[in-house]
Nanobody, 120 residues
Framework: QVQLVESGGGLVQAGGSLRLSCAAS????????MGWFRQTPGTQRELVAAITSSGGTYYLDSVKGRFTISRDDAKYTVYLQMNSLKPMDTAVYYCAARDGESWRGLFESWGQGTQVTVSS
């Protein structure tokens, strides 16, 4: 497993931007598919964006065109650039890692989460 620490959350007005970062340590980062999930009280955690170990990406339909996931394997870091934020994006965002190429399947390692709040 890898250890993950998120940063970059906060309060922003609707239409604004935030960039989340997730720093990894432990195992070889480049071997892992990475994902960003989010969760609000009373709801299931949902996969917002994911990136394979080779750079292929997935996005939840509601964030396509607004969010961009990227990774810097040299820095052991994955990013989530969030633009044109909406109040519906308010949630705790979690970084997760999955050993292997694909993001499909269970993620074994999780960060502690970072709060994103979008005001209207």
């Amino acid at each position: 497993q890898v250890q993950l620490v998120e940063s970059g959350g906060g309060l922003v007005q609707a239409g604004g931007s935030l960039r989340l970062s997730c720093a990894a340590s432990g195992r070889t980062f480049s071997n892992y598919a990475m994902g960003w999930f989010r969760q609000t009280p009373g709801t299931q955690r949902e996969l917002v964006a994911a990136i394979t170990s080779s750079g292929g990406t997935y996005y939840l339909d509601s964030v396509k065109g607004r969010f961009t996931i990227s990774r810097d394997d040299a820095k052991y870091t994955v990013y989530l650039q969030m633009n044109s934020l909406k109040p519906m994006d308010t949630a705790v965002y979690y970084c997760a890692a999955r050993d292997g190429e694909s993001w499909r399947g269970l993620f074994e390692s999780w960060g502690q989460g970072t709060q994103v709040t979008v005001s209207s």
